[in-house]
């Protein structure tokens, strides 16, 4: 009798979970299972992207795991959008990019891209752009290497995730952020050699609603660049050194009849050390017109930087097609509040602005820079704004 329980305890309790379970449980896509080998070698790009199509499908949410090892992937480009909303990329080990920049892949803008999705997260791992022979044919001159790729791009997707994740020796820009909305960055490491050109660590573009938050950023370029089209931007905790600073911009240089503005930035709890600059507003001499407006930079630590505060409006690298122009992008409501540390130039502040459109309701409160243990100095062009507050150097507002 008591057997016969048990037996129909043991049924009926089988019937429950095949009939009462819920039908989004999550399943997980091994890119083992596809194909994929971590031997460093073997291209294992025909096996993420099966394993992505999987995933794209479910109509539940779905995990694509790489396991720990080290899997080349040529190129791969996952595209949407997918039946779920939560797709899942766990990464334990490391993806590797070919090192030959002169092959196909190695021409392209992108290396690792996701287009048109909505609800993907990455979590762990590290990417290796494999970018240091590309690096080598820029610094020697050549005028034909390519241009590079990009190590990981978001394009058209909303409600992003990146966290943990590792990305060394890109190409080009480590990660990239382009017409996206709500996007979140967390506990991002970038590495790159400090004199690698153009490797940036994560630019941003025609996107809003993005968060970075707790980056150590180490690169030859802009730690973090914001282009135009950017609005409703959140930086926090971000170490930035070696490169080129935080920079909104460049802004101006297009063929365009407008720039998309670039509005409601706060940067915030930064460090810099040993960068060209910290925090920089450039735009191009041209008439392009646009705006820079609602910007907030506080509680930054400069540790010998060669520009800590600068707005550059006749930024022209190359001296070709603008030297005299006056720039038609409009800066104004910015802040800077709490920034303190050292310059390793006598002008720790510089505000070099366009005659034709001066920097208005430009805010400075409780800045302490000093240069070589003695007082710096500010530098004004075209600028109109106010200050508050312990300031050293003293104000040229």
């Known amino acids: 009798m008591a057997s016969l329980i048990t037996t129909s305890f043991f049924f009926f309790h089988t019937i429950a979970l095949l009939f009462f379970s819920p039908a989004s ?27 992505w199509s999987s995933a794209c499908r479910s109509r539940s949410p779905a995990t694509v795991y790489v396991p720990a090892g080290k899997f080349f992937v040529s190129k791969a480009t996952f595209n949407g959008p997918c039946r779920n909303s939560q797709i899942k990329f766990s990464i334990q080990g490391t993806i590797l990019a070919s090192s030959d920049y002169s092959s196909s892949s190695g021409a392209s803008k992108e290396w690792l891209a996701f287009n048109n999705v909505n609800g993907v997260s990455i979590a762990g791992g590290t990417l290796d752009g494999g970018g240091s022979r590309l690096w080598a044919c820029k610094l020697s001159g050549n005028r034909r290497c390519p241009t590079g790729a ?30 996206c909305e709500n996007v979140k960055v967390r506990r991002v490491n970038i590495q790159a050699a400090g004199n690698s050109p153009n490797t940036d660590g994560i630019h941003l573009q025609m996107s809003s609603s ?40 460049s802004l101006g240089k ?12 706060t940067v915030k709890t930064t460090t810099f050390s040993g960068t060209t600059n910290g925090l920089r507003i450039k735009t191009w001499g041209s008439n392009i017109p646009g705006q820079v407006r609602q910007v907030v930079f506080e509680d930054a630590l400069m540790k010998n930087v060669q520009n800590p505060i600068i707005i550059d409006q006749n930024y022209c690298p190359g001296n070709s097609g603008c030297p005299g122009k006056n720039s038609a992008i409009r800066i104004s409501q910015v802040k800077y509040k709490n920034v303190r540390g050292t310059s390793a130039t006598p002008v720790a502040v510089s505000f070099d602005c366009s005659p034709s459109n001066p920097c208005r309701g430009i805010s400075m409160q409780d800045i302490k820079l000093s240069y070589q243990n003695q007082q710096a100095q500010s530098s004004c062009k075209f600028v109109n704004g106010d200050a508050s507050g312990f300031l050293a150097p003293p104000s040229c507002l």
């Not at 896509?29 to 099966?50: K, M």
């Not at 950023?217 to 600073?245: K, M, N, Q, Y």
């Open 25 to 51: 449980s999550a399943v997980t896509y091994n890119v083992l299972s596809f194909g994929a080998r971590p031997d460093g070698r073997t291209d294992s790009a025909g096996a993420f992207l099966r394993a």
């Open 150 to 179: 990009s190590s990981l791009t978001f394009g058209n997707s909303k409600n992003v995730a990146i966290d943990g994740l590792t990305s060394i020796n890109s190409k080009l820009f480590h990660i990239v952020i382009l017409r």
């Open 210 to 249: 993005v968060d970075i938050v707790q980056a150590n950023i180490r690169t030859g370029d802009d730690c973090i660049s914001v282009g135009p089209g950017t609005a409703h931007l959140w930086i926090e905790r971000v170490f930035c050194g070696p490169g080129h600073g935080i920079s909104i911009g």
């Open 254 to 265: 297009g063929q365009g009849f407008q720039e998309e503005s670039v509005r409601n930035v």
